[in-house]
């Protein structure tokens, strides 16, 4: 059990669009550390998949997400370019991260979008990530 429990709690879902011409994010992680004072096993994991074959970095790349490798250690989440590494997996494939991992979605500049399904699993009943979900926060896609 990633979480150190089989006692989950899925406390989010959804699908990220990357449009065509989509730009490279900003480094970051999508929670942080619970305790300041000391290193603690993740309480939230994130599962990424895409749904289309991602593509390598290139000049046509659909822009996968480039992951920090360490980042979720405390004390060494800052972005440090040698450390990171994008994976290209093909649709359907699976992705789990810790929540404090630093990642950043790539440039995609292929022609089509780039859709991936997330899910957002806690071992802390009753925690609840208002900063990312936070309705406020998104808006209506609108006719695509």
């Known amino acids: 059990a990633v979480l150190g429990t089989d006692d989950v709690e899925l406390i989010a879902s959804g699908v990220f669009l990357a449009m065509p011409g ?18 603690a096993k993740p309480h939230a994991v994130n599962v990424f998949v895409p749904l289309v074959d991602l593509t390598p970095p290139s ?28 994976f290209a997996p093909k649709a359907g494939t ?10 950043r ?7 089509a979008p780039r859709p ?20 406020a926060r998104f808006q209506k896609l609108g006719d695509l």
């Open 22 to 39: 989509a730009e490279t994010q900003a480094y970051h992680t999508d929670g942080v550390h619970l305790d300041l004072r000391r290193h």
């Open 59 to 86: 000049p046509r790349s659909n822009g996968p997400t480039e992951f920090c490798l360490g980042s979720q250690i405390l004390g060494k989440d800052a972005w440090v370019k040698d450390k990171c590494e994008a």
């Open 94 to 103: 699976a992705i789990l991260f810790d929540y404090r991992v630093g990642h």
């Open 105 to 111: 979605g790539l440039a995609n500049k292929s022609d």
């Open 116 to 135: 991936t399904l997330y899910l957002t699993y806690t071992n802390k009943p009753g925690w609840t990530d208002k900063s990312n979900f936070s309705k």
